[in-house]
């Protein structure tokens, strides 16, 4: 018979010298390198387990000397919460077998009922459970510093409630509440009164649809009393076995007024332009009337008086319309758009 190759550390907290030396057997049958240590009681247990030494499972019998049922598989797994925790009992108590893998136990195994095989495959599960966990973890824990650590406001709220869940450190700074005021606190505590009908609109819309991204331009206020301009980008997710909205601000007001000012002096601009391609024209075109007919033959010389005095007045017309241009180029003071 084939056996794993698998070197493992085996804590087996047994009284009974019997049970122990069947489970030991079994053991041997299926593993081909395995350290097995035995302990009696739960004192002896725990001194075993802060000594250092590496455990990659612990099998449980839930009635010890110094310890039995719940309590027991309580205690150890506060002190062994990332090694896999098989308990081993000789009732089939459905109910405390609920109750003690709601604590973190890996399995749940009747004594009668063990061979060779089913302890195997109960070992094999429990090490691939561990493995999908610290993976499951891992990722946890990597989403929870993208949000915790985002230089950008992020908040995660209840889609029925409006209530914030979560925010995170920028939220915090930007807004000017902390955290604990925040949890207290709405999606309409942080709008202005002029905004509270599209905010609704909004949610309305959303609620139809909770599963759609959406990306917007909204007005919130801050403690101070300050309003702000903010791009949002919102999605759901799942959190905590419910979906809920993930909330992205990025603060615009300083965009926007730039883009105003671009806007106002791009009108400005369109003005100058419509002088120089339209106001300056007749002016000029009379100037070159004038020339022309001094070019002419014909030209008699009491006609000169005139059209000097023309030449004149569309002289200074067209001097007048320049400084116009002049003044108002002055006036105006390109804006660009900030760098993102």
Do not use: C
């Not at 075109?285 to 002419?296: H, M």
Request: glycine share 4%; hydrophobic share 40%; proline share 2%.
């Amino acid at each position: 018979m084939l056996r794993d190759s698998q070197a493992l550390s085996i804590l087996i907290i047994e009284d009974n010298l019997g049970d122990f030396i069947l489970l030991e057997d079994h053991l041997l049958e299926k593993f081909k390198s395995v350290k097995i240590y035995h302990q009696q009681t739960f004192e002896a247990a725990v001194a075993t387990l802060n000594s250092g030494l590496l455990v990659h499972i612990i099998m449980l019998d839930l009635v010890l000397p110094d310890l039995q049922g719940e309590m027991l598989a309580k205690k150890i797994k506060e002190r062994t919460s990332e090694i896999p925790l098989i308990i081993l009992t000789g009732y089939s108590d459905i109910s405390l077998a609920r109750k003690i893998l709601s604590l973190g136990a890996s399995d749940f195994l009747i004594k009668d009922e063990i061979n060779a095989e089913i302890l195997y495959k109960s070992i094999i599960y429990s090490l691939e459970r561990r493995t999908y966990l610290e993976g499951l973890n891992k990722t946890r824990k990597t989403y929870q510093d993208l949000f915790n650590l985002s230089p950008q406001p992020m908040w995660l709220f209840d889609i029925t409630t409006l209530y914030f869940l979560d925010v995170n450190q920028a939220t915090i700074n930007k807004y000017g509440y902390t955290h604990e005021e925040f949890m207290n606190m709405t999606l309409w505590d942080i709008r202005p009164q002029s905004e509270l009908s599209a905010l609704e609109s909004r949610l309305s819309q959303t609620a139809l649809r909770a599963a759609e991204r959406f990306a917007g331009i909204y007005i919130h206020t801050l403690k101070s009393g300050e309003n702000i301009h903010v791009e949002i980008f919102s999605s759901s997710i799942e959190y905590e076995d419910k979906l809920v909205r993930l909330v992205l601000a990025n603060e615009v007001t300083d965009k926007l007024e730039h883009i105003k000012k671009i806007e106002e002096q791009n009108t400005k601009l369109k003005n100058i332009a419509w002088t120089q391609s339209h106001d300056l024209r007749a002016p000029l075109a009379r100037i070159l009337g004038i020339v022309n007919l001094l070019e002419l033959e014909s030209f008699k010389s009491r006609d000169l008086p005139i059209l000097m005095e023309n030449l004149r007045k569309s002289g200074n017309e067209l001097d007048k319309i320049v400084q116009k241009i002049v003044n108002e180029s002055q006036h105006l003071n390109l804006e660009t758009l900030p760098d993102e």
